[in-house]
Nanobody
Framework: QVQLEESGGGLVQAGGSLILSCVAPERTVHNYAMAWFRQAPGKEREFVAVVSWNGARADYADSVKGRFTVPRDNAKNTVALQMKSLKPEDTAVYYC??????????????WGRGTQVTVSS
């Protein structure tokens, strides 16, 4: 069972920046798109960003466009979520996922356990 591992979450003030990292311990995910989803208390899990297997294509939720980027480094088995201009509404548990290129969390078969991001106002 491939398990992804997120790190980098924490508490940050509104307007600040944070970088999340996701490590895929096995090369099997190198052929998959990698995505980030988030889930706030009492809300459904929502799409944040996705990057293709080779990094050539990426898509973002409208709510994070222009603020978040999702670089990946297959040589290091990592994908990051670079977040800037953070807002209190970005507060959520962030999950890394691997699977086919999609904005639908149901399409992904590989998941991390999540990392908490809290943005204070």
């Amino acid at each position: 069972q491939v398990q992804l591992e997120e790190s980098g979450g924490g508490l940050v003030q509104a307007g600040g920046s944070l970088i999340l990292s996701c490590v895929a311990p096995e090369r099997t995910v190198h052929n998959y798109a990698m995505a980030w989803f988030r889930q706030a208390p009492g809300k459904e899990r929502e799409f944040v960003a996705v990057v293709s297997w080779n990094g050539a294509r990426a898509d973002y939720a409208d709510s994070v466009k222009g603020r978040f980027t999702v670089p990946r480094d297959n040589a290091k088995n990592t994908v990051a979520l670079q977040m800037k201009s953070l807002k209190p509404e970005d507060t959520a548990v962030y999950y890394c996922a691997g699977g086919p290129y999609s904005t639908d969390y149901g399409e992904y078969g590989y998941w991390g356990r999540g990392t908490q991001v809290t943005v204070s106002s």
